[in-house]
T-cell receptor
Framework: GAVVSQHPSRVICKSGTSVKIECRSLDFQATTMFWYRQFPKKSLMLMATSNEGSKATYEQGVEKDKFLINHASLTLSTLTVTSAHPEDSSFYIC???????????????FGPGTRLTVL | DAKTTQPPSMDCAEGRAANLPCNHSTISGNEYVYWYRQIHSQGPQYIIHGLKNNETNEMASLIITEDRKSSTLILPHATLRDTAVYYCIVSRTGANSKLTFGKGITLSVRP
């Protein structure tokens, strides 16, 4: 499977600050990356789809001005949680999808996740 | 995308086969069945996927019924490290497709 990294793995910040999380695809170029959020004992919830060179597509109920996504290259997408509050504390996970190229695959490869704690 | 239904939990003995069921009675003809698992505090891991034929790889086997309304993921020789939440997901392919995670099934492998 593909190798996906996230940085940082853990971050603790004060309420009101902004936090940037990086997601890197290490062994192939990913035109599409996804950002998920997972609260304790809950399932993963898709936040947005990040497309290289274009604006991200956000899921219903996700504030695009609060969760800024930048997919500036084929190997890097960033998620910035702006003006973080304690309710934003969660496990943030990115994934990459291998280019489809007319194929029938929808395998996603996930990063190890970033644990955000907002005090 | 069609929804899936999985039991909340199951357990099995180490070394035995673990058979994880999934119902997807509203699956469409162009939707695939995907299985992922998530070990505690880690990102999900892709296991296997299929359309209508049974599939096998180094991790598991996927058995899809002929009417495609249900499937079973088989871990042939479960180990303690297979303890995880297993997600059965039905999804189309294509540029706009995405994975929707349900609650999954928690598999506990006991010594």
């Amino acid at each position: 499977g593909a190798v996906v990294s996230q940085h940082p793995s853990r971050v603790i910040c004060k309420s009101g600050t902004s936090v940037k999380i990086e997601c890197r695809s290490l062994d192939f170029q990913a035109t599409t990356m996804f950002w998920y959020r997972q609260f304790p004992k809950k399932s993963l919830m898709l936040m947005a789809t990040s497309n290289e060179g274009s604006k991200a597509t956000y899921e219903q109920g996700v504030e695009k001005d609060k969760f800024l996504i930048n997919h500036a290259s084929l190997t890097l997408s960033t998620l910035t949680v702006t003006s973080a509050h304690p309710e934003d504390s969660s496990f943030y996970i990115c994934s990459v999808r291998r280019g489809l190229a007319g194929g029938n695959r929808n395998e996603q490869f996930f990063g190890p996740g970033t644990r955000l704690t907002v005090l | 995308d069609a929804k899936t239904t999985q039991p909340p939990s199951m357990d099995c003995a180490e070394g035995r086969a673990a058979n994880l069921p999934c119902n997807h009675s509203t699956i469409s003809g162009n939707e695939y069945v995907y299985w992922y698992r998530q070990i505690h505090s880690q990102g999900p891991q892709y296991i296997i996927h299929g359309l209508k034929n049974n599939e096998t790889n180094e991790m598991a086997s996927l058995i899809i019924t002929e009417d495609r309304k249900s499937s079973t993921l088989i871990l042939p020789h479960a180990t303690l490290r297979d303890t995880a939440v297993y997600y059965c997901i039905v999804s189309r392919t294509g540029a706009n497709s995405k994975l929707t995670f349900g609650k999954g099934i928690t598999l506990s492998v006991r010594p």
